[in-house]
């Protein structure tokens, strides 16, 4: 393969460069052996033709994680610079997003029972935590083909599409963590006790959950990158589920104050078991059903190696067919579906 990589390509930090050799090999791309990519210039995104196993392609896009992660930071500082306020908004959009949730379910318009009494406000914002993870990476995934078009002229194993195109959902996550552990502190100084479990063994448990809701967002987002790139209709339909998804996850209330017939509902949902894991380390509130556990680990791996099999498979296809550039979606900037 003869390589047709620039000398240097941004890295995500302005006027800063990388060289293309530092990433690569002296020689370019040229030296790593040939793997599905996508070359992002001015016109339409173009994908090679080729389709390895899902495991194959796990073991070609770690072997090009620099040049991976020199991408995700030019996507990211695109991202946050494309507004005059910059990283501003992701902080407004998150603190309000968390806060209008806490208001309307916390008693201004329903009262959720929080167990133990604790405040709302944090009972929510660890269930938004884990929700918003998946759901704003996943988003974010989804528009992958449109990101890489930061970068122009450079092989990029196709898996890295959609996490690459996460980079600004992912910022907004550790945005919202940020937040709770803000709240936390507040309600320890003010009210003397500590909404946190300090257990090393209860916090590997809520980053077990957070891990498998970031496992279920670029399962779906690489269903939905090769989608979104051939039709735009693929984020409407997005927008009517979402919602729906949301209230038949445990997010803004616990689990067992659903009935017998909604419970099991609910923890046939493939986020549950993640979103009960995340309160258990960090609260030490709800609880992790068997059933819910089984159904999504099955669920999520079932989806996160099925989008590995897709978009290698037909995500070349679905990209070629890209209709140009949508204003519409140019002026969404993904955090609300």
């Given at each position: 393969?003869?390589?047709?990589?620039?000398?240097?390509?941004?890295?995500?930090?302005?006027?800063?460069?990388?060289?293309?050799?530092?990433?690569?090999?002296?020689?370019?791309?040229?030296?790593?052996?040939?793997?599905?990519?996508?070359?992002?210039?001015?016109?339409?995104?173009?994908?090679?033709?080729?389709?390895?196993?899902?495991?194959?392609?796990?073991?070609?896009?770690?072997?090009?994680?620099?040049?991976?992660?020199?991408?995700?930071?030019?996507?990211?500082?695109?991202?946050?610079?494309?507004?005059?306020?910059?990283?501003?908004?992701?902080?407004?959009?998150?603190?309000?997003?968390?806060?209008?949730?806490?208001?309307?379910?916390?008693?201004?318009?329903?009262?959720?029972?929080?167990?133990?009494?604790?405040?709302?406000?944090?009972?929510?914002?660890?269930?938004?935590?884990?929700?918003?993870?998946?759901?704003?990476?996943?988003?974010?995934?989804?528009?992958?083909?449109?990101?890489?078009?930061?970068?122009?002229?450079?092989?990029?194993?196709?898996?890295?599409?959609?996490?690459?195109?996460?980079?600004?959902?992912?910022?907004?996550?550790?945005?919202?963590?940020?937040?709770?552990?803000?709240?936390?502190?507040?309600?320890?100084?003010?009210?003397?006790?500590?909404?946190?479990?300090?257990?090393?063994?209860?916090?590997?448990?809520?980053?077990?959950?957070?891990?498998?809701?970031?496992?279920?967002?670029?399962?779906?987002?690489?269903?939905?990158a090769p989608l979104?790139?051939?039709?735009?209709?693929?984020?409407?339909?997005?927008?009517?589920?979402?919602?729906?998804?949301?209230?038949?996850?445990?997010?803004?209330?616990?689990?067992?104050?659903?009935?017998?017939?909604?419970?099991?509902?609910?923890?046939?949902?493939?986020?549950?078991?993640?979103?009960?894991?995340?309160?258990?380390?960090?609260?030490?509130?709800?609880?992790?059903?068997?059933?819910?556990?089984?159904?999504?680990?099955?669920l999520l791996t079932?989806?996160?190696?099925?989008?590995?099999?897709?978009?290698?498979?037909?995500?070349?296809?679905?990209?070629?067919?890209?209709?140009?550039?949508?204003?519409?979606?140019?002026?969404?900037?993904?955090?609300?579906?």
């Open positions: 393969m003869t390589s047709t990589t620039p000398d240097r390509i941004p890295d995500g930090h302005g006027q800063r460069t990388a060289r293309v050799a530092d990433l690569f090999g002296e020689h370019g791309a040229a030296d790593v052996e040939f793997v599905p990519f996508v070359v992002a210039g001015s016109g339409p995104v173009a994908v090679s033709d080729y389709h390895p196993l899902p495991f194959r392609a796990l073991v070609e896009a770690w072997r090009y994680r620099k040049v991976g992660w020199t991408v995700f930071r030019s996507v990211l500082w695109a991202k946050l610079t494309q507004a005059r306020l910059g990283p501003t908004w992701i902080v407004i959009q998150s603190f309000a997003s968390m806060v209008g949730f806490a208001f309307i379910f916390g008693g201004a318009i329903f009262s959720v029972r929080t167990p133990g009494g604790m405040p709302y406000i944090l009972y929510s914002m660890v269930g938004m935590m884990g929700w918003q993870l998946f759901q704003q990476t996943m988003y974010m995934s989804m528009r992958g083909f449109r990101a890489v078009k930061v970068v122009q002229d450079l092989p990029l194993p196709l898996l890295w599409v959609p996490i690459v195109g996460s980079a600004a959902g992912l910022v907004r996550s550790l945005v919202g963590m940020m937040f709770y552990v803000g709240f936390v502190l507040y309600f320890w100084i003010t009210g003397g006790t500590l909404y946190l479990q300090l257990s090393p063994r209860l916090l590997g448990i809520s980053a077990a959950g957070l891990g498998l809701c970031l496992m279920a967002a670029w399962g779906v987002g690489m269903w939905l979104y790139a051939w039709a735009i209709d693929t984020r409407y339909v997005l927008r009517l589920a979402m919602p729906f998804w949301m209230f038949v996850t445990p997010v803004l209330y616990p689990l067992d104050q659903l009935g017998p017939h909604m419970r099991i509902l609910v923890q046939l949902n493939p986020l549950t078991a993640p979103i009960e894991m995340i309160k258990v380390g960090l609260l030490g509130t709800g609880s992790v059903h068997p059933l819910a556990l089984v159904v999504s680990l099955t079932t989806i996160f190696f099925s989008g590995i099999w897709f978009i290698t498979r037909y995500g070349y296809r679905l990209a070629a067919l890209r209709k140009g550039v949508d204003s519409d979606d140019d002026q969404d900037d993904g955090m609300m579906l």
